[in-house]
């Protein structure tokens, strides 16, 4: 099916109200872009933040008549007439295929690989993770799931015990099970992430050696040789008393989800517990690791 899209510059405190307008006017989706490069991180949580210059694109059926729809909005004061925008043909593709194509095996420090499941597994003796992109986060082609991957892969995790705090797709922790570890706990707010770790751990197999628990249900003398968090700097600080509680004496610890800028203050934060190692960086984002004391 082809379709039209309608795209129209908008400050975010109309967007939603230009959106509303739009789905009355027969739009069958509202999608919003940042309309200058201005970056939105940490959004509280059940907030979704809009940029202060949103591009506002609606999408419409190939036949649409979109003159009525303009005039409409040209009566609306905050666009007036002859405001802003530019209709434009969506190439009728197969979209799932597209997806689908978008996605290839990557190989993370040495051992470690993450296929999804279309694909050949490219050297079926290393350590492949097959996973597939789902609701939670994590298929590896972020750049914070990418730090850690290779950290865990630069360790020895045989028999160790690991914990993954706010393992999204289960995506850190299964990798630690398949590079050896005995034990992996996994623990994450969001319940979709722990649905869509328990499937991915079916799929690699490894379910015996998962545990998975929503953070008030998670055990409280939880201690693991190994923790890996890539969350967000803020709740990173938030939970640093409750994270070096759960490393034993000695243990290593990895946290993403940083931005450059971030990673000395969280380092420094982190020194009252763990000697903290020179954080490594990918694009915007780093990885702190450090050794319990
Ligand atoms: C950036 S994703 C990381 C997912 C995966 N571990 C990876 O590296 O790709 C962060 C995950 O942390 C979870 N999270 C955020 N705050 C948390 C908290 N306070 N406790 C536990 N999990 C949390 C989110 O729900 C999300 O699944």
């Given at each position: 099916m082809?379709?039209?899209?309608?795209?129209?510059?908008?400050?975010?405190?109309?967007a939603?109200?230009?959106?509303?307008?739009?789905?009355?006017q027969?739009?069958v989706?509202?999608t919003?872009?940042?309309?200058?490069?201005?970056?939105?991180?940490?959004?509280?949580l059940?907030e979704?933040?809009?940029?202060?210059d949103?591009?506002?694109?609606a999408?419409?059926?190939a036949?649409?008549?979109?003159?009525?729809?303009?005039?409409?909005?040209?009566?609306?004061?905050f666009?007036?007439?002859g405001?802003t925008?530019?209709?434009?043909?969506?190439?009728?593709?197969?979209?799932?295929r597209?997806?689908m194509?978008?996605?290839?095996?990557?190989?993370?420090?040495q051992?470690?690989?993450?296929?999804p499941?279309?694909?050949?597994?490219?050297?079926?003796a290393?350590?492949?993770?097959?996973?597939?992109?789902?609701l939670?986060?994590g298929?590896?082609?972020?750049?914070?799931?990418?730090?850690?991957?290779?950290?865990?892969?630069?360790l020895?995790?045989?028999?160790?015990?690991?914990?993954?705090?706010?393992?999204?797709?289960g995506?850190?922790?299964?990798?630690a099970?398949?590079?050896?570890?005995?034990?992996?706990?996994g623990?994450?707010?969001?319940?979709?992430?722990?649905?869509?770790?328990?499937?991915?751990?079916?799929?690699?197999?490894?379910?015996?050696?998962?545990?998975?628990?929503l953070?008030?249900?998670?055990?409280?003398?939880?201690?693991?040789?190994?923790?890996?968090?890539?969350?967000?700097?803020?709740?990173?600080?938030?939970?640093?008393p409750?994270?070096?509680?759960?490393?034993?004496?000695?243990?290593?610890?990895?946290?993403?989800?940083?931005?450059?800028?971030?990673?000395?203050d969280v380092?420094?934060?982190y020194s009252?517990?763990?000697?903290?190692?020179?954080?490594?960086?990918?694009?915007?984002?780093?990885?702190?690791?450090?050794?319990?004391k």
């Amino acid at each position: 099916m082809a379709w039209i899209q309608l795209r129209i510059h908008t400050h975010r405190d109309h967007a939603d109200m230009l959106g509303d307008l739009l789905m009355d006017q027969g739009s069958v989706s509202i999608t919003y872009e940042d309309g200058q490069d201005e970056p939105i991180f940490e959004p509280k949580l059940g907030e979704t933040p809009l940029w202060q210059d949103t591009i506002l694109i609606a999408l419409f059926d190939a036949d649409t008549d979109l003159a009525p729809t303009i005039e409409f909005l040209e009566t609306m004061p905050f666009l007036g007439k002859g405001f802003t925008h530019k209709i434009e043909q969506v190439e009728d593709k197969d979209w799932v295929r597209e997806w689908m194509d978008s996605f290839h095996p990557i190989q993370f420090g040495q051992r470690l690989w993450i296929c999804p499941s279309w694909r050949e597994i490219p050297d079926p003796a290393a350590v492949n993770v097959i996973l597939d992109p789902g609701l939670a986060f994590g298929t590896g082609t972020h750049p914070t799931t990418a730090l850690c991957l290779e950290w865990l892969d630069s360790l020895d995790l045989t028999d160790q015990e690991v914990i993954d705090f706010g393992c999204g797709s289960g995506i850190l922790a299964i990798a630690a099970i398949k590079l050896g570890a005995k034990k992996v706990t996994g623990v994450d707010i969001d319940y979709q992430a722990i649905d869509a770790s328990k499937a991915n751990a079916e799929r690699n197999n490894v379910v015996e050696q998962l545990s998975l628990y929503l953070p008030e249900n998670q055990p409280a003398n939880l201690q693991a040789d190994v923790l890996v968090a890539n969350i967000l700097a803020g709740p990173l600080k938030e939970l640093a008393p409750l994270i070096a509680e759960k490393v034993k004496t000695g243990g290593k610890l990895a946290l993403s989800g940083l931005l450059q800028e971030q990673a000395q203050d969280v380092s420094d934060f982190y020194s009252q517990w763990f000697d903290m190692e020179p954080a490594c960086h990918k694009e915007d984002w780093s990885r702190l690791s450090g050794i319990r004391k």
